[in-house]
Each structure stands twice: as structure tokens, then as C-alpha cells.
């Protein structure tokens, strides 16, 4: 099927600016994690990318090991640019990283500059693509010195095989450092993927004041806390889900009594605020300035333009963020 993309696709999105960048990111950006790789259908998440651009969602994100295989999201992923996206190549940020285990030996996953270059040039071939916009180490590496994993963002920049360099999963005091030898080597840290969702506010007591004084932005990733802040989860465990697959990171002990009552009474104020709960988990996330964009996952086109309709109610009064809080402390 040709796919001809909305002339309107610019109208709705929000873009915010990536921290002290030059960068605008959508408020909400599609992440390949799960849902794209060899073992779904591909027309099937084809439609999906083409909801995402069709709404103004420009930024993708890949990771060297999305699938299951590891690599085939980042294959599918450039296979849809090659089909449906090469003319609007210049209209996409597509973001890749390397960290995690992705192939077998000393130097196929952490930190080291061995490894990052290699996979990144090793993602450039699946993608199809001579650049990444960012290229991210995607989790601190407590035996590689930070220099030299900083080193070999600035060299892929530097390269031109990424445009932006980013960090994932780095706690706050690596950070700062990473963003200092990264500033000292001319190549600013643009930004931050951390997971930050109602069910995991790991990112507030300090991370994200780092953020602001570092001028990176920061992109939320598992939002929906994997599909447990939607409705999926209200009346069991549906069979298509991630909690019921057998590669899904989703395990059904994290569904415990605690958590589905938080999921009810939360589902509950969302309905007052004519939201459904996944619309009200992105909107709480983006009521915080710091929030640059929320990286959803979508198995779906249709769970995706659901998501997308939480831009319409971003404000909450201070009643509603006060009953939230009593029910995520509980
Ligand atoms: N840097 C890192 O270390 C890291 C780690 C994890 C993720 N990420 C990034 O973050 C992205 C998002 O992560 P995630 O997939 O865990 O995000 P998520 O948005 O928290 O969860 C996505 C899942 O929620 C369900 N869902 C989504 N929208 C829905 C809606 N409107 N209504 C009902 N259910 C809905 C779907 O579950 P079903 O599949 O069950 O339908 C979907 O697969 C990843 O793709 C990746 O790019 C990065």
C-alpha cells in the first residue's frame, strides 16, 4: 500500500525545545522497544509509524537491541523510512543507543569506545541511514571511565554519524559529570532518557534539577509504566498484552494487588477528567516543564492516537495532583 502522509500532520502536535538546544522535540515520541520487531506483523506496526507521522510525531527511538531479535526493530524501522519516509528524511529524529548486551565477547554491550562505535555503525546499516539525530549511551558503565564513553559520543558526533549525544539510565551525579567532559569537549549532552512514570518517580528528588542546570532536556520513557497505567490491565491480563507474552519485559508478578488498586482508583479520576488512564499518566508527566517529550510504546495505531489525545487536557487543579499523590503513596 502507498502511503501518502497528512498535509494537516503540524497542526495539533506540541514541539518543545530540548533543553538549551536548538532541538524541538513532539511532546509525545513513538519508541520501537517493543511491538516493532521480526516477531509482529509488519503491516501491522507500518500503520502504526504512519499514525505517529501523520500527527506530527517527528522523533523515533531505536536502541541497538529493539526486537525480538535484537537489531530487526531498527531493520523494520528502516525498512518503513525506505518505503514510506525517504522524501521526509530532513522531517525525522531518529534516535538510537548502545549499552545492553547485543552481541557475544568482551565488547558487545557497556561502555567502552570499542563497542559503542562499533554499534553505532552497525545501526546505521540496519537503518538504512548515514546518520542517527542522537546517539546515546544507553546506561552508565561503573568499569569504563566515564572519559572515554563520553569520548566516543563526541567522536560520532564529531564523525557526523550522530547529530546530538544523550544518556539513558544515568544516575544524577553521573550525569553532571557526563555533561561536564561532554561541554568540555564541545559537544553538549543533549539529553537524558530516564524512566519516569506515576509508578516510578525515581527522577524527582534530584535528576531532574540536574537536567535544568545542566540545559539538557529529558525524554520520558515507559510512560504508561508498560501498559499498567492504561486499561489494559482493569480486567485481567488480555492474551495480546505484554504482561501475557513470553518476550515481553511486562511480567505478570509485577501485577501485584497493590498495583491493580492504585490502577482502579487512578482509572477513576481519570474518567472525572473525560480522560482515559493512559491520556491522564502522559498529561500528569507533562505538566512538568523539564518534560521534553514522553516516549510512548503503542501496539497499536489506535492505542497511539489515544495516547496522542492526552495533549488536548494537559492542567490539572491542585485537588486533582493532590488526590494522584494520596493514591501513589498509598
Ligand atoms: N532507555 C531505556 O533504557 C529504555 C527502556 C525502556 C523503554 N525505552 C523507550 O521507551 C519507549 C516506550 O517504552 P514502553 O513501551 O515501555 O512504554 P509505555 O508507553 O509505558 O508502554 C507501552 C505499552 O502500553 C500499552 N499502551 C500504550 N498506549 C496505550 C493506550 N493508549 N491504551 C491502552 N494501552 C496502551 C501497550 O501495551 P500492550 O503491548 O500490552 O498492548 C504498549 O505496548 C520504548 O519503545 C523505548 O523507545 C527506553
Redesign the pocket.
Same mark, same amino acid.
Given at each position: 500500500m502507498q502511503y501518502i502522509p497528512n498535509i494537516k500532520r503540524y497542526q495539533e502536535m506540541k514541539y518543545n525545545r530540548c533543553g538549551n538546544s536548538g532541538l524541538m522535540l513532539p511532546a509525545l515520541? =513513538?519508541?520501537?522497544?517493543?511491538? &516493532?520487531g521480526d516477531v509482529e506483523i509488519y503491516e501491522h506496526f507500518r500503520e502504526t509509524i504512519w499514525a505517529a507521522f501523520d500527527n506530527g510525531i517527528t522523533h &523515533? +527511538? =531505536? #536502541?541497538n537491541n529493539?526486537g525480538p531479535p535484537p537489531g530487526s #526493530?531498527e531493520s523494520n524501522f528502516g525498512k518503513i523510512l525506505k518505503q514510506d519516509l525517504t522524501s521526509h528524511r530532513d522531517e525525522l529524529v531518529i534516535?538510537t543507543?548502545a549499552?545492553?548486551l547485543m552481541w557475544d565477547g568482551p565488547y558487545g554491550e557497556w561502555g567502552s569506545r570499542k563497542y559503542l562505535i562499533a554499534s553505532l555503525n552497525q545501526s546505521l546499516k540496519r537503518l538504512g541511514v548515514d546518520y542517527v539525530d542522537i546517539f546515546?549511551s544507553?546506561?552508565y558503565d561503573p568499569n569504563t571511565p566515564l572519559e572515554e564513553t563520553m569520548r566516543a559520543l563526541d567522536f560520532a558526533v564529531k564523525q557526523g554519524k550522530a547529530l546530538y549525544a544523550g544518556i539513558?539510565?544515568y544516575p544524577a551525579a553521573e550525569t553532571k559529570k557526563a555533561a561536564e567532559i561532554l561541554r568540555n569537549m564541545g559537544t553538549p549532552c543533549l539529553i537524558h532518557?530516564?524512566?519516569y512514570?506515576m509508578l516510578d518517580r525515581w527522577v524527582e528528588p534530584e535528576l531532574l534539577d540536574v537536567l535544568e542546570q545542566e540545559g539538557m532536556g529529558c525524554? #520520558? &520513557?515507559?510512560? !504508561? #509504566?508498560?501498559? !499498567? @497505567?492504561? *486499561?489494559?490491565y482493569l480486567k485481567g491480563i488480555?492474551e +495480546?498484552?505484554? /504482561? /501475557?507474552?513470553p518476550h515481553? &519485559? @511486562?511480567t505478570q508478578e509485577q501485577i501485584t494487588p497493590n498495583v491493580l488498586n492504585k490502577i482502579q482508583r487512578l482509572n477513576r479520576l481519570a474518567k472525572l477528567r473525560n480522560q482515559?488512564? /493512559?491520556?491522564m499518566?502522559?498529561a500528569w508527566l507533562l505538566k512538568d516543564k523539564r518534560i521534553t517529550s514522553? @516516549?510512548?510504546?503503542?501496539?497499536?495505531s489506535?492505542?497511539?492516537? *489515544?495516547?496522542l489525545q492526552?495533549l488536548s487536557n494537559l492542567n490539572f487543579s491542585e485537588d486533582e495532583l493532590k488526590s494522584i499523590d494520596i493514591i501513589l503513596n498509598d
Open positions: 515520541s =513513538l519508541g520501537l522497544w517493543h511491538n &516493532f &523515533f +527511538d =531505536l #536502541a529493539y #526493530a534516535s543507543k549499552g545492553y546515546y544507553h546506561r539513558s539510565n532518557q530516564p524512566r512514570s525524554i #520520558a &520513557f515507559s510512560p !504508561l #509504566a508498560q501498559g !499498567l @497505567l492504561t *486499561n489494559r488480555p +495480546d498484552s505484554r /504482561a /501475557a507474552k515481553g &519485559f @511486562l482515559s488512564l /493512559a491520556q499518566a502522559i514522553v @516516549l510512548v510504546g503503542a501496539s497499536s489506535e492505542q497511539l492516537r *489515544n495516547s492526552s
